[in-house]
C-alpha cells in the first residue's frame, strides 16, 4: 500500500480497526482492578501527517506504507496516575487479548547517560495485532495484517505531548527567523516536564495511595476490627485481617487513646486463640500451600501491640501486664524469647518517648514490678531482669530517618531524684527476685541485670551527678552480692566475680577524663569497700581457690586486682605457680581430700574439656614429681574422674611409669571398661601401637560402642600411625560401620571428629570405592569431607565423580530436605577436579540425560563448581559442543552456562549456540532470559546499571560476521532499551513516593 492507496481505502480501515482496539481496551482496563482510566482514545493517521513522516524518512515513494510506520492506527489510554499505568502494563491483560510485536514496543522514559536525556517524552508504546482467534470471527477478518500503536500514559503527561506534538514535533522549516524563539519554547515545555508536571504526577501519586490505604480500611472499621478478630476460626484468617489492620486501619485511627484498651486485649486474646489453633493450609488454584503457623500470627499481633504501647500511662501500665501475662501463659522457649525482646524494646531508654515523658516509661515499669506478688516474681524472673536491666540504662538512644539517610542519636541520663529513684528501687526488686530464684540459670540472668546498674556511658563524659548515681548502684549491687557468695556454685561465682573485677578497674584503673569532685570521690570509696567485703566473702568459700586455678577460665588471681597489666602470659604463670604448690602439698595423708575434690570440680559442667586446663598442667606435674599418687587415682575406680582418665593418661605418660598408662589401655580393652577414654587418649597419642589400635576396635565393635570407634578413626589416621593394615582394620571398617549406623556419621553424641586426609590419598580403588560408598549418604558436604575428597580425587579422580553421580539419584530417593546432592560450593576439591576437563564434561552430560528431573538440583552446576571462572580451555570445550550436537546439546549448554555471570567468554559460547539454532527455535527465548538474569544488585537504580552493562555487551555481538547472531543481538538490544527505561521508571517512581512519606527527619 503506497500513500495514494492509504489515502483512498487505508485511512478509513485503519480508523475502524482503532476503534475496534479502543473497543476492546476499554472491557479489559474494566477487569484490572483498581484501575483509574481518564479516557481511551482512538485515530487512525491522517494523509498530511503521514505524507510529512515518509518524507522525513526518505520513504515518500514507498508501496509498503504499511510495513515502514507503525503507528497507522492509534489508541490511547490515558490513566490518572503512574501507578495506574504501572497496574494495567504489568497485568498482563495486554499480552492476554492481543499478540504483541515486542521487536517494534517501545517505553519513552528519560535514562541518564543514554541517548534519550533530553526528550522528556514519556510513554509506553505498544505495537499490536488481534490474535489469530479473533480473526477466525467474520468481524474481524478484514483487519488481518493490520498493526496498531497503543499508548498508554497518565493524565498529566498525556497534555504536555499532546502540546508537544503539535507545537515541537510539527516543527515548521525555519531560516533566520524565530528560531531562537521556537529553541526557548522548547526548552520552556522540557522545563514545564521536568519542573511542574513530573512532580505534580508524584504528588497525585501519593493523594490516591494515601485514599487507597484508607479506603481499605474503612469496611473493616465499620464492621468493627475487634468483632471481626474475635470471630476469626482459624491462623490464615486471622493473619489476613492482623495485616490489612497493620497497613491500613491503625496508622489511620485519630483516637486511639479511647480505644487502645479493646485494641491491647483483643490482640492479646487474638495470641492466645492462636495458640490453641492448629496450622491450616491454604487452597490455591495450583494446590494447597502452607498455612501462616501460631507463630506468624502472634509476630503480627505482637507488632500491633507494640504501636500502642506508649499512647498514654494506663497504656504503658498494660502493656506491663500484656507482657506478663503472655510470658508466663506459654512456657514455650522461643515464644518466651521474642517476648523478652519486646520487653527490651518496650523498657528501653528511647529518645523519642523519653523526649516527650522523661523517665515516666521506667517508672511505671519499676512501679508495677513492685506491685507482683511472690509467686509471679518468681516465674517472671527472666522478664524483669530484661525490663530492669533497661531501665538502669544510662544512654538515651533512638533514630531518626528521611527519604535518603537514617541518623543514630545517643545522649546521657540526667540523673536526677526521679532517675535516682527508679534505679534504687529497680535494684531492690532484683535483690528481691534474687532471694526467691529457684535455679542458678535465673539467679546468673538477675546478677546480670544487676550489673546493668555498674555501667557508664560508652561515649562522651558523663556528668558528676550521673557517675555518682552509677557508683552508688555499683556498690549497692556488690554488697549484696558479697552476702549471697556462699550459697554460689562455683562457676556462676567464677562469672560473678569476674564481673566485679571489671567493675574494679573501670572504678580504679579507668580511663580519666577529669577530676572527681568530693561527692564522686566519696562513691568511689564505697565502691572499693564492697569490693573488698566481696573478695573477703569469696576468700572463704570452699574450693573456691582451686576451682579458679583448675577449671575456671574467666579466673581473677590476685595480682589481676593490683593493676591493670595481669595480662594472659602473667596468668599463665600464676596458674603453673599455684599448681606447683598443690603438687608440694599432695601427700598420702591429703590425698583422699584430694580426690574428692577433684570429684567435686567434675560435677561441673563447662560445655569444654579444654577449660580444665589447669588439671591438664596438674596431671602433668603429678606424672613427673608424684606419678606414684596419680596412678592410685588412676586405678582406684573413681566413677565420678571417668572424664579425667584421658588427662591422667597423659600425665603418666610423660613421667617415669609411662607402663601404667599401657596397663591400664590394655586392661580397659580386655574388659571393655572406659573404652571411651582411653580410646580418646589413643587419637591424640603419637606413635602408638598399631596393634593396640586393632584390638582396641575390636573391643569397641563387640560393645557397640560409637564413640569409641569415632576415636579409634582418628587415631588410626594419625600420620604416626597409619599403615596400610591401619586401614583395612581400622579406618574402612570403622567409616562403615559408622555410616550404617548413622548416615551423618562423623557427628557422635554432638562432638564432630576430623580424620586427618593423609591416608585417604593412598587408597587402591577398591578401597576408595569402600569409603565413598559411606559417604554418599552425608546431608552436606562440609570442609572436613571435602579435605577428605580432595585426598581421595588425587589418584581417584573419576571416582570422586562417580561419588557425586551416585549423590544424584540419592537425593530422590529420601525424603529430606536438607539433603545436597552437589554442594553450593567447592573449596579444595575443585583444584584435583579441574585437572580433569573431559572426565567433568563427560560425566555432567550423562547426568542431564540420565536424570534431567534431577539434574535441575544444582547438579547442573557442578561445572561452576570445578571451573569457578570459565576459562578459554572450558570455553573451547562448551563451542564444540555446540556446533557438534546443535539443538540437542542446547538445553545442557544453557544449564552449564546458568553457573556464570556474564563474561566475553560465556557470549562467545552463547554466540555460537545461536548460530547453530534454527530462527523459530523456542530455545532462543531460553536464552534471552538467561542474557537478562541480573542477581544481586545494589541500590534503587541497580538494575538500571546492570541491563546497561549487559546492553554494552551485547552490542559486542554486532560486529559478528554471522547475520543469525546479528538479528538476535539487535532484537534482544531492543528487550533490554525497554528494560532499562521500565526500570529507571520504576526506581523514580519509587524514589519520589518514599520521598513523601519520609519527606523530613522524623523519628523510627
Known amino acids: 500500500m503506497n500513500i495514494k492507496d492509504y489515502e483512498l481505502e487505508g485511512q478509513s480501515l485503519y480508523a475502524d480497526f482503532s476503534k475496534t482496539v479502543a473497543s476492546i481496551l476499554g472491557v479489559i482496563s474494566a477487569q484490572v482492578p483498581r484501575l483509574h482510566v481518564q479516557q481511551i482514545q482512538s485515530r487512525a493517521k491522517k494523509v498530511p501527517s503521514l505524507r510529512l513522516k515518509l518524507e522525513k524518512l526518505g520513504l515518500i515513494d514507498s508501496d509498503c506504507v504499511e510495513m515502514r510506520v507503525k503507528d497507522l492506527a492509534g489508541c490511547r489510554i490515558v490513566c490518572y496516575t503512574d501507578a495506574d499505568v504501572t497496574r494495567f502494563t504489568s497485568s498482563g491483560a495486554m499480552q492476554a487479548n492481543f499478540e504483541i510485536d515486542w521487536d517494534r514496543t517501545k517505553i519513552h522514559h528519560p535514562v541518564p547517560d543514554g541517548s534519550g536525556t533530553e526528550n522528556l517524552f514519556q510513554s509506553i508504546n505498544y505495537v499490536l495485532r488481534l490474535t489469530d482467534a479473533r480473526m477466525q470471527l467474520p468481524e474481524y477478518s478484514r483487519f488481518a495484517g493490520l498493526h496498531c500503536e497503543v ?42 516536564m521536568r519542573d511542574h508536571l513530573m512532580p505534580a504526577s508524584h504528588e497525585f501519586q501519593k493523594v490516591v495511595s494515601d485514599f487507597e490505604r484508607m479506603a481499605a480500611g474503612i469496611e473493616i472499621v465499620e464492621a468493627g476490627p475487634m468483632k471481626l478478630l474475635g470471630a476469626c476460626s482459624n491462623n490464615n484468617e486471622r493473619y489476613d485481617l492482623l495485616e490489612r489492620i497493620e497497613n491500613h486501619v491503625l496508622p489511620y485511627y485519630e483516637d486511639v487513646t479511647a480505644t487502645h484498651r479493646d485494641w491491647r486485649s483483643t490482640l492479646v486474646a487474638c495470641i492466645e486463640s492462636a495458640w490453641a ?26 507488632r500491633l501491640l507494640q504501636q500502642i504501647q506508649f499512647i498514654d500511662r494506663p497504656a504503658v501500665e ?23 525482646r519486646m520487653a527490651h524494646e518496650f523498657a528501653k531508654l528511647d529518645r523519642r518517648v523519653w523526649a516527650a515523658a522523661g523517665p515516666g516509661v521506667q517508672e511505671l515499669v519499676v512501679a508495677r514490678a513492685e506491685c507482683l506478688e511472690t509467686g509471679v516474681l518468681t516465674a517472671s524472673a527472666p522478664l524483669l531482669a530484661t525490663m530492669l536491666s533497661d531501665a538502669l540504662g544510662v544512654e538515651v538512644t533512638g533514630t531518626t530517618s528521611s527519604y535518603e539517610a537514617v541518623s543514630i542519636h545517643s545522649h546521657h541520663v540526667q540523673a536526677g ?39 557508664l556511658p560508652y561515649r562522651g563524659v558523663p556528668s558528676d551527678s550521673l557517675v555518682e548515681a552509677v557508683l552508688e548502684s555499683a556498690a549497692d549491687a556488690i554488697e549484696f552480692l558479697a552476702a549471697h557468695v556462699n550459697a ?93 604448690g598443690y603438687v608440694a602439698d599432695l601427700s598420702e595423708a591429703n590425698l583422699p581430700r584430694w580426690v574428692n ?89 603419637t606413635g602408638g601401637d598399631t596393634n593396640r589400635l586393632k584390638r582396641a576396635f575390636d573391643a569397641a565393635l563387640q560393645s557397640d560402642d560409637e564413640q569409641s570407634v569415632a576415636n579409634l578413626l582418628v587415631a588410626s ?15 574402612l571398617p570403622g567409616i562403615e560401620y559408622l555410616s550404617r549406623k548413622d548416615p551423618q556419621w562423623r557427628r557422635i553424641g554432638g562432638w564432630t571428629f576430623h580424620l586427618d586426609p593423609a591416608p585417604f590419598r593412598d587408597l587402591t580403588e577398591e578401597q576408595a570405592r569402600r569409603v565413598l560408598n559411606a559417604f554418599v549418604a552425608v546431608s552436606s558436604i562440609d570442609y572436613h569431607l571435602e579435605d577428605l575428597l580432595s585426598a581421595v580425587a588425587v589418584m581417584r579422580s573419576r571416582q570422586v565423580i562417580e561419588y557425586f553421580e551416585r549423590r544424584i539419584p540419592y537425593r530422590a530417593s529420601v525424603d529430606d530436605g536438607r539433603y545436597e546432592a552437589i554442594p553450593y ?172 512519606n519520609f519527606p523530613k527527619e522524623s523519628n523510627e
Open 318 to 340: 498494660e502493656t506491663f501486664d500484656a507482657l506478663l501475662r503472655l510470658y508466663l501463659g506459654n512456657s514455650n522457649e522461643k515464644w518466651r524469647q521474642r517476648i523478652l
Open 277 to 302: 489453633t492448629e496450622t491450616n493450609p491454604i487452597a490455591t488454584p495450583f494446590g494447597e500451600i502452607a498455612g501462616y503457623s501460631t507463630d506468624a500470627v502472634s509476630e503480627k499481633c505482637l
Open 597 to 685: 575434690l577433684l570429684k567435686r570440680l567434675a560435677t561441673f559442667e563447662t560445655g569444654d574439656m579444654a577449660s580444665f586446663q589447669g588439671l591438664r598442667i596438674l596431671m602433668e606435674e603429678l606424672g613427673n614429681a608424684r606419678a606414684d599418687l596419680l596412678r592410685r587415682i588412676l586405678l582406684g575406680n573413681h566413677p565420678e574422674l571417668e572424664r579425667f582418665i584421658p588427662t591422667m593418661l597423659h600425665g603418666l605418660a610423660a613421667g617415669p611409669q609411662r607402663g601404667v598408662v599401657y596397663e591400664f589401655i590394655d586392661g580397659s580393652i580386655t574388659t571393655s571398661t572406659y573404652l571411651p577414654q582411653v580410646t580418646w587418649y589413643l587419637s591424640v597419642e
Open 151 to 192: 499508548q498508554v500514559q497518565t493524565t498529566l503527561k498525556h497534555a504536555w505531548a499532546e502540546m508537544e506534538h503539535d507545537l515541537i514535533y510539527k516543527r515548521p522549516a525555519l531560516q533566520g527567523f524565530g528560531e531562537k524563539l521556537l529553541d526557548g519554547i522548547e526548552a520552556r515545555m522540557r522545563s514545564i
Open 488 to 580: 554460689m556454685p562455683l562457676p556462676l561465682l567464677e562469672a560473678t566475680e569476674d564481673r566485679v573485677h571489671g567493675v574494679h578497674r573501670q572504678n580504679r584503673f579507668g580511663e580519666v577524663t577529669q577530676a572527681d569532685g568530693p561527692i564522686v570521690a566519696k562513691a568511689r570509696a564505697r565502691v572499693s569497700a564492697a569490693i573488698d567485703q566481696f573478695r573477703q566473702a569469696t576468700a572463704g568459700v570452699a574450693d573456691f581457690e582451686e576451682y579458679c586455678v583448675l577449671v575456671g577460665f574467666r579466673s581473677n588471681f590476685p595480682p589481676a586486682w593490683d593493676g591493670p597489666n595481669f595480662g594472659p602470659a602473667e596468668e599463665t604463670e600464676y596458674r603453673r605457680r599455684a599448681i606447683d
Open 825 to 996: 560450593q567447592f573449596h579444595t576439591l575443585h583444584k584435583e577436579l579441574a585437572k580433569h576437563l573431559g572426565l567433568v564434561l563427560e560425566a555432567v552430560r550423562s547426568w542431564s540425560k540420565k536424570w534431567p528431573k534431577e539434574f535441575s538440583y544444582r547438579a547442573d552446576r557442578f561445572v561452576a563448581l570445578v571451573f569457578p571462572e570459565l576459562t578459554d580451555e572450558l570455553k573451547e570445550a562448551l563451542v564444540a559442543i555446540a556446533r557438534n550436537e546443535g539443538e540437542e546439546g542446547v538445553e545442557f549448554l544453557i544449564a552449564i552456562l546458568d553457573g556464570y555471570e556474564a563474561h566475553p567468554n560465556t557470549h562467545e559460547v552463547y554466540k555460537e549456540i545461536v548460530a547453530n539454532l534454527p530462527e523459530d527455535s523456542l530455545q532462543l527465548g531460553s536464552i534471552e532470559t538467561r542474557l537478562d538474569a541480573t542477581g544481586v544488585v545494589r541500590g534503587e537504580f541497580g538494575f538500571v546499571a546492570a541491563y546497561q552493562e549487559k546492553k554494552d555487551l551485547m552490542e559486542s555481538w554486532l560486529a559478528d560476521p554471522r547475520l543469525r547472531v546479528v538479528g538476535f543481538a539487535k532484537r534482544h538490544i531492543r528487550t533490554l532499551e525497554r528494560e532499562i527505561a521500565a526500570e529507571q521508571r520504576r526506581a523514580e517512581e519509587s524514589h519520589e513516593l518514599r520521598k513523601r
Open 717 to 731: 589416621t594419625s600420620p604416626s600411625n597409619g599403615n596400610s593394615s591401619i586401614v583395612e582394620d581400622v579406618l
Open 417 to 455: 531524684p526521679a532517675v535516682t529513684s527508679i534505679r534504687s528501687r529497680a535494684l531492690a526488686i532484683l535483690k528481691k527476685t534474687y532471694r526467691l530464684a529457684d535455679s542458678d540459670l535465673t539467679r546468673k540472668l538477675l546478677i546480670d541485670a544487676l550489673f546493668a546498674a555498674t555501667k
